[in-house]
Each structure stands twice: as C-alpha cells, then as structure tokens.
C-alpha cells in the first residue's frame, strides 16, 4: 500500500448524511485519484488531481466532491446526492510531470463505506 | 468507462501450475499495466508494458503486447497459494493529456496448494 493512508477503514453512513474520506500520501506525488469498486467490478474513476487547487471529474463523480489545498490531502466527501453510496472506495497516487506520460500508481488501503 | 476485458473472469488452479490471464482492449495505447488485488486490499502494481515492447519479464511473471490485436496476456508460472488474488489490466490510452487508468474487471485467481 505504499505510502499512501485512507481513513477510516470502514465506515457506516445513514441515508442522508454526507460523509468524507480521507486519503493521505507521503510520496510527494503530484496527482492523486479516487476510484470507486463495487463486488466483482473493476475500478471506476470518480475525481483525479494533477495538482494542488486543481481537479476534474472522472466517470462517475455525480454525488461526489472533493479537494486539493495540500499536495499530499485529496479527501473525498460522498454526498447524499449519491444513490447508491455502497462500495469499496480507493485512493491512489502517481507521479506527474505536465507533458510527461505517468507511470504507475500506487494505492491506499482502501475504505469500505456502508449505507444503512 | 472500462475499456478492458481480463478473460477468464475466474481461474483455479492447483500449486506449481501456470497461471494465463488475457486482457483485451478497444484503444490505442501508450502502455498497459497489470495490477494485483487482495481480497479487501489496495492494488498492487506489478508491471508495465509499453506499446512498443512485446514481452516483459519479471521474477515468475511474464506479460506479453499485441497490439494489432488490442491484447494482453499476463503468465505466472510456478504458481503458489499465496498467488491467490484479483489480477487488473489497465491502459494509459494513446492520446491521454491527463494521464489517466482504464481498468478491466478482473480475473479472480485461485491457487490451490
């Protein structure tokens, strides 16, 4: 998992509440990610950061935000405007130079949020 | 959106046996990268192949490109049980100016010892 920390581990949420993730990394990365993964799916793109003050919407960043104020913080706020909030919810980190193609990324722990 | 494939979605085998997991794809690519997933876990990347290489070696893992037929092929051999987990292709797409990851779904891989 790198040097990358998501908090909590798990997290139990009631139908109508905002909750927040939180995905620390000490990789002096530039870009930081956020994936959604529901059982036996493949990782989808809610929100990525190149760099601080700067994001863009993935795939399905509907009933979510986030932030960029520090390079190494990119919390993940899921609003109640998100349906079906359920999922295993992934934070991840690349290094990133602008014109330059990235490599790998390295992910966190993971945090799996449930809706009661 | 997924634009990969991982074919078979599951695959069990018994200790010592090769594991041959494929991944197809629909775009032009700069690199394609397999990651590995523990149960409940972060990914793990394992190796990365770019679009002007055809194989790629490290320790028991063997990746190959094709890329006039848009596909992968991830080989482990000597397989062990604690080669037990979920294996992802994903693509850095030809033309990305923002460097973003295409995952596939997956193949879940059973090592029996």
């Known amino acids: 998992d790198g040097g990358i920390t998501q908090s909590p581990k798990y997290l139990f949420r009631k139908e109508g509440q905002n909750v927040t993730l939180s995905c620390e990394q000490n990789?002096?990365?530039?870009?930081m990610y956020w994936y959604r993964q529901d059982p036996g799916q493949g990782l989808r793109l809610i929100y990525y950061s190149q760099i601080v003050n700067d994001f863009q919407k993935g795939d399905i960043a509907e009933g979510y935000s986030v932030s960029r104020e520090k390079k190494e913080s990119f919390p993940l706020t899921v609003t109640s405007a998100q349906k079906n909030p359920t999922a295993f919810y992934l934070c991840?980190?690349?290094?990133?130079?602008?014109?330059?193609?990235?490599?790998?990324?390295?992910f966190g722990p993971g945090t799996r949020l449930t809706v009661l | 959106s997924q634009q990969g494939e991982e074919d078979p979605q599951a695959l069990s085998i018994q200790e010592g046996e090769n594991a041959t997991m494929n991944c197809s794809y629909k775009?032009?690519?700069?690199?394609l990268q397999w990651y590995r997933q523990n149960s409940g876990r972060g990914l793990v990347h394992l190796i990365l192949i770019r679009s002007n290489e055809r194989e790629k070696h490290s320790g028991r893992l063997r990746v190959t490109l094709d890329t006039s037929k848009k596909s992968s092929s991830l080989l482990i051999t000597a397989s062990r049980a604690a080669d037990t987990a979920s294996y992802f292709c994903a693509m850095l797409r030809r033309g990305s100016t923002l460097g973003r990851l295409y995952f596939g779904r997956g193949t879940q891989l059973t090592v029996w010892p």
């Open positions: 990789l002096n990365h530039d870009a």
């Open positions: 991840a980190s690349s290094p990133y130079l602008a014109g330059a193609e990235l490599d790998t990324q390295y």
């Open positions: 775009t032009s690519i700069n690199n």
